[in-house]
């Protein structure tokens, strides 16, 4: 039986449900958020919402405009490019390719450079010297030339660039890293639990990571819009994505010598890229935020 004790007890929340309460008030991060689930749903799912091959010539509809413009049509609705390929489409394949392989490369960079980059932290000795001096030589060169120079030993592919970009990009989260934990060894709690005898797999799960949150959150973003820079810079080179692969930069690239006929070629896959950075950079200020009021 049921007893109601006429008292209204408010429910404690745990620490990422009072986290998602305090982000579910940030209307613009919220949306934000959707527009990402929906980009990701549209680019596993781009073959279904193709109304065209991305590959499909059509002779008799090359270089049409948009169908709100004059003389375009209803059944292009992005237009066409010097070959008859549905704009649209490619726009699309382009997407799934770009923002496919920027979710990989933020993945598998973050998960190995938090890991690398916390044990760096918590080893001393030789190990932890060789590791510091090898990535502060890695740390001089720009991540996109160091690309560019793997891209250049591996060959020009897609899988090569994806694999290429990880690699420039690992040494500089594993210093991110190593940073971030490093300042917060220093604090007085972490001291108390390596006085009590706490393993560093215990202090790093329990005690170093829970409090590193918003400063992770900063390197991820800035990971992921650096990714997608460097998949689309790479494509835009040639070094990326080849035929029948299209992916955004690549489409730019190939759009170029007809700027001034068909400006519309190269402005939608501009705006995708655009648009993409902008909402994840957004949603990441929100959840940042979100985390930073929770722990106050």
């Known amino acids: 039986m049921l007893i109601n004790n006429g008292f209204n007890e408010d429910k404690i929340q745990s620490p990422l449900g009072y986290i998602w309460s305090i982000f579910k008030t940030k209307t613009i991060a919220v949306v934000a958020m959707w527009l990402i689930i929906i980009l990701i749903v549209t680019s596993i799912l781009a073959p279904w919402f193709m109304t065209h091959s991305p590959l499909a010539q059509n002779p008799n509809s090359m270089l049409l405009p948009p169908y709100w413009a004059e003389g375009g049509d209803i059944n292009h609705i992005l237009g066409t490019d010097d070959l008859g390929r549905d704009s649209l489409s490619r726009l699309f394949q382009g997407l799934q390719f770009t923002l496919g392989g920027a979710l990989i490369i933020t993945i598998i960079v973050g998960i190995l450079g938090m890991v690398i980059g916390a044990s760096a932290t ?24 160091s690309a560019l120079i793997l891209i250049t030993i591996f060959g020009p592919s897609y899988t090569n660039c994806l694999i290429a970009i990880s690699l420039s990009l690992l040494p500089q989260l594993i210093r991110s890293s190593y940073l971030i934990i490093e300042q917060e060894l220093g604090k007085q709690y972490i001291i108390a639990l390596q006085i009590d005898g706490a393993t560093n797999t215990r202090l790093f799960r329990y005690g170093i990571l829970p409090n590193i949150l918003e400063p992770t959150i900063t390197v991820i973003n800035r990971l992921f819009t650096m990714a997608i820079i460097e998949i689309a810079t790479l494509g835009f080179l040639g070094f990326g994505a080849q035929l029948p692969q299209t992916e955004l930069g690549s489409l730019i690239a190939s759009s ?9 070629l190269v402005t939608f896959p501009g705006i995708a890229i655009f648009f993409v950075i902008m909402i994840v950079n957004i949603f990441a200020e929100g959840l940042r935020h979100a985390v930073l009021e929770g722990e106050e």
């Open 122 to 145: 918590l080893t001393k000795g030789i190990k932890a010297s060789v590791l510091h001096h090898l990535l502060d030589a890695l740390l001089a060169i720009p991540t996109l030339l």
């Open 256 to 264: 170029m010598e007809l700027i001034y006929l068909s400006p519309w």
